[in-house]
């Protein structure tokens, strides 16, 4: 079984600060870890996935994320938010080869202050 | 990746009666999703529609309060019945997954009085 822990349920930040959304997971198989963002009154959007190689991987709207396989955590960064990053922020994992079945963490609402 | 539009958007219904969420993609897909959100909540898999046979429904889903259609590739619904105010939540349809992760809709936004 697989489980999903958002460290933080918010995260306040001013505006051009860099912000870390902190994801840690547990799984007994190896799993694609993914990072979605939703947007006020919006369904979710992929933001980035870590499939294999390298262990950073970037995504849209200048975010990245670290895959760290000894701490099992994919911790997500961005150098400098803006007023327009104010969402919530949900880590996914799915199980390689074990077909569609994601587990979502609980969200982490980054709030960007001017 | 896919576009999906969904309907409707948000609504508020009485309970006791029911809801017919809509998802129409732009492309033909094997397996779509339904996910409900609850207040303040992470995601949780309602069922698995593929075309041409039964949904498959996660533990604490039921059939008779969430029936599923899926005519085609392209289309599938989810029907909240019977509602009451703890059915007030965002329901979404997605599809892909696996390793290429989803593609949402945008979200029903269900509030039962």
């Known amino acids: 079984a697989q489980s999903v822990t958002q460290l933080d349920s918010q995260v306040p930040v001013f505006e051009e600060a860099p912000v870390e959304l902190r994801c840690n997971y547990s799984s007994s198989v190896s799993v694609y870890l993914f990072w979605y963002v939703q947007y006020p009154n919006q369904g979710l959007q992929l933001l980035l996935k870590?499939?294999?190689?390298?262990?950073l991987v970037k995504g849209i709207n200048g975010f990245e994320a670290e895959f760290n396989k000894s701490q099992t955590s994919f911790h997500l960064r961005k150098p400098s938010v803006h007023i327009s990053d104010t969402a919530e922020y949900f880590c996914?994992?799915?199980?390689?080869?074990?077909?569609?079945?994601?587990?979502f963490g609980a969200g982490t609402r980054l709030f960007v202050k001017a | 990746s896919a576009v999906i539009s969904q309907k409707p958007s948000r609504d508020i219904c009485q309970r006791g009666t029911s809801l017919t969420i809509q998802c129409q993609v732009d492309?033909?897909?094997?397996?779509m999703f339904w996910y409900r959100q609850q207040p303040g909540q992470s995601l949780t898999l309602i069922a698995t529609?593929?075309?041409?046979?039964?949904?498959?429904?996660e533990s604490g889903f039921v059939i008779d309060k969430f029936p599923i259609s899926r005519p085609n590739l392209t289309f599938s619904t989810l029907t909240v019945s019977n509602m009451s105010p703890e059915d007030s939540s965002i329901y979404l349809c997605s599809v892909e997954g696996g390793a290429y992760g989803y593609t949402f809709g945008s979200g029903t936004r269900l509030t039962v009085v």
């Open positions: 529609a593929n075309q041409g046979s039964e949904a498959t429904y």
């Open positions: 996914a994992v799915t199980p390689r080869g074990g077909g569609f079945k994601t587990i």
């Open positions: 870590y499939l294999s190689g390298s262990t």
């Open positions: 492309s033909q897909v094997t397996m």
